[in-house]
């Protein structure tokens, strides 16, 4: 099979981070979102995927240039889902398609490929459970057959719905064709009242990421299951004077410094030096950052980090190349890229632009 992922739209509900680094370039425990995507289709035997992209799709294409495997669709106007799909109607095989901005489960995957293979649907919808079923498309089933899909029903008349992960057959192309929808959703609604649309149900897991919380949630979601034992890079430098407990994956020339303690789940990426006097906790923290004599709980931090002495950081997500000066404390705050954050501020539940400054000792809520 092969599989398209659908990148091209621009996330304004992820703001500020949308703004500098597309939703499936965003780094989810350590690497891309959409490479989590990709290392699971390529593990249930896809041979050849389609990103659909518009919005910085530079960014992807540098991100995957060196892979044979993984070709850019540029889509042009982002009009809606249905003509993503369309514009990749030279595919002659069985596909997948997935949203960019979410993350699955592998089983979940081989499941909806396994369902669809052999029981020959048009279509086979990938769907699951949810608190507040309207804000997705609703999922009418009789008997595994889905019968209608009714996009963000004001009152749903059940709790199943449309993760936006599919299998088709090449037939889509034409019932995009003959639907007069841009949403992807709606066409496989009109499709199943003619052709037999299955259902396969998630039995592990699948998020969406559509707010600034469902970022810090994904990340944190992705660590937990990716991270365990102690996996310490041979080129990494530990002190003696180190405390290390719990799940922990330590990247390539590391330095953690003395008096410094890590505890799991974390993840540390590459050249980044921890300490002394630090202390991180249930944390993902990006390559190149430096935490000196700081503590970071229950956070995420973007790569290329600095978080001086006397700082700390809880419940937050800090993007790239963030400069965090003495004596500040964030908490449930969302940092754009390349800002600068003076000493003594306290920041909470705050969204800053990229780039942002502030001035010393501000109060910001």
């Known amino acids: ?53 518009n919005h910085l799709e530079e960014r992807f294409e540098d991100e995957f240039k060196n892979e044979e495997d993984i070709s850019i669709v540029h889509q042009e106007e982002v009009t809606g889902t249905a003509d993503a799909v369309k514009h990749c109607d030279f595919i002659e095989d069985d596909f997948f398609v997935v949203n960019g901005d979410v993350i699955v489960s592998r089983d979940d995957l081989r499941d909806l490929k396994k369902k669809h293979l052999n029981e020959r649907p048009e279509a086979t919808v990938l769907g699951d459970n949810e608190d507040r079923p ?67 149900v998630i039995d592990d897991y699948w998020m969406e990421i559509d707010s600034l919380r469902k970022v810090w949630k994904a990340d944190r979601f992705k660590r ?32 953690i410094r003395e008096n410094t303690t890590v505890e799991g789940p974390v993840i540390v990426g590459e050249n980044s030096v921890l300490g002394p006097n630090s202390s991180v906790f249930n944390s993902t923290v990006g390559a190149d950052c430096q935490i000196r004599g700081a ?3 229950n956070s995420f931090l973007f790569d290329n980090q600095v978080i001086d002495p006397h700082t700390h950081v809880e419940q937050s997500v800090l993007g790239r190349g963030t400069d965090i000066k003495a004596g500040t ?37």
């Open 224 to 255: 937990d299951k990716a991270v365990s034992g102690q996996e310490i890079a041979d080129s990494a430098q530990v002190h003696e004077l180190v405390e290390i407990k719990g799940n922990v994956r330590i990247g390539e020339n590391v330095v």
């Open 329 to 365: 404390v964030i908490y449930e705050s969302f940092i754009g890229d390349e800002s600068f954050i003076e000493m003594n501020n306290s920041v909470k539940g705050a969204t800053f632009y990229p780039d942002a400054r502030t001035d010393l000792g501000e109060i910001t809520k």
């Open 1 to 53: 099979m092969k599989a398209l992922i659908l990148c091209a739209k621009k996330k304004e509900n992820l703001f500020p981070f949308t703004e500098t680094t597309p939703t499936g370039l965003l780094p989810i425990a350590g690497k891309p979102a959409v490479r989590h995507i990709i290392e699971d289709l390529r593990a249930v035997g896809t041979d050849e995927v389609f990103l659909v992209t």
């Open 134 to 200: 309207e804000k997705f498309g609703v999922l009418s089933i009789v008997n595994d057959e889905v019968k209608t899909v009714e996009e963000k029903p004001e009152q749903a008349e059940n709790s199943l719905v449309n993760t936006g992960v599919y299998a088709f057959r090449t037939s889509i192309f034409q019932a995009i064709e003959d639907s007069s929808s841009p949403s992807l959703a709606e066409a496989v609604g009109e499709l199943a009242q003619r052709r037999k649309v299955k259902m396969s």
């Open 295 to 297: 503590s970071v709980e």
